[in-house]
């Protein structure tokens, strides 16, 4: 029987609440204050403590996901790994959900804690422009507290054609702290641009799956955008109910993070 993954029409409350919650309050200067907020990088933390306490997080924004966020990330890695995909990739499989240990700094007030994760988990969608109506429950667009700021409500909002993402801004998620974790100077590593791509937008549906936000796609989006597709296939097909022997393939991706990492920790 084939599974089908990302299906909204019969989620649980908590699911619709957390989608609702991000629409209503994922303005611009909300993202603005979390950019702030989360710019710190004053915790220090192994990276593989920081995989181990995602263990104790659920993501309630997620239709298909029953298991803790390390079996998730072991199991895109190896299937990523089985396909013959380069080392790069295999590791962003690993790594591409750690953004959620925002939640050890996080509050339920404002989406990031354990309960409340609307700041944190779910599809991300960009702010300062028009919201589309490809976004999963789009009855909710209309609750959006920027909606009727005549600067942000149009097509192209505050932006540019052409511009680029790396110059619009997304709702606040793990995808953006972990980018700005992983492109700050106090941690060091050799991940390629398109590994911190797909990590930066994987969450941003619109984009990858229903073709939205074409109007901002610089030179540089058209050659990385094939990466998002690639991953999202591991991302969403690894969710499966196969668990992964976590003794066994630990010193492998150890070695993985040795190779790309300077440090065994990070700055978060
Ligand atoms: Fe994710
Ligand atoms: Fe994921």
Redesign the pocket.
Known sequence: METIFRDYSNVSDAVKENYLLARTNQTVDFVDNMIKKYSTFDMKIKIWDILQHLNSLV?VSDPDMSHPNLYHAFQTAEMIKKDGHPEWLQLVGLI??M??IMYLKGSNEIGTGKNKQWAM?GDTFIVGCKLPDTLIFKEYNKENLDKDNSKYNTYLGIYKEGCGLYNVKCSWG??EYLYRILTNSENSNTLPEEALYIIRY??LYAYHDKGSYKQFMSEKDKELFKYLKLFNQY?LYSKSDILIDEKKVKSYYNNLLNKFFKNDYLYI
């Open positions: 993501d591409h959900d953004g959620k988990v793990h995808d994987h969450s991302d």
